[in-house]
């Protein structure tokens, strides 16, 4: 089976060539999103729980374009600008994802694209 690209209007176009998921079989792997308004092409806010709310989104919209939730995610990677911000960003994923959590890994990093506070990437596996 070919690997599919996936693409939504209800996320933001990718910065960069790639896409925006690609499905392979049953897997799908979501590049890493950050906190932009598909509809602005802008950072949805200035701090990280606003962006987390508005990755998570997208996430969720990208994978319902194969079919997906956030309950099929498997694997997470949070990118933090600031690690100080990791207990509430927490609470803004406990939004989206529910027992059992997916696993997952979070970085500090010094720079992300277009001066962004966090970007959450995820896989995710149907049927």
């Not at 079989?25 to 890493?32: E, K, M, P």
């Not at 498997?74 to 933090?80: A, E, K, P, Q, W």
């Amino acid at each position: 089976m070919a690997n599919k690209a996936l693409h939504t209007e209800n996320a933001p176009a990718a910065l960069g060539p790639y896409s925006q998921a690609i499905q392979a079989g049953n897997t799908i792997y979501v590049s890493g999103q950050l906190g932009i308004d598909p509809a602005t092409g802008a950072l949805a806010g200035d701090d990280a729980v606003t962006q987390a709310k508005q990755s998570l989104t997208n996430i969720g919209n990208i994978l319902k374009e194969a079919g997906a939730s956030m309950s099929d995610v498997v694997t997470v990677t949070v990118l933090l600008d600031d690690i100080s911000a990791f207990v509430e960003v927490n609470k803004v994923y406990a939004e989206f994802f529910a027992e059992p959590y997916p696993a997952r890994a979070c970085y500090e990093v010094a720079k992300l694209p277009a001066n962004a506070l966090i970007e959450i990437q995820v896989t995710a596996v149907i049927g």
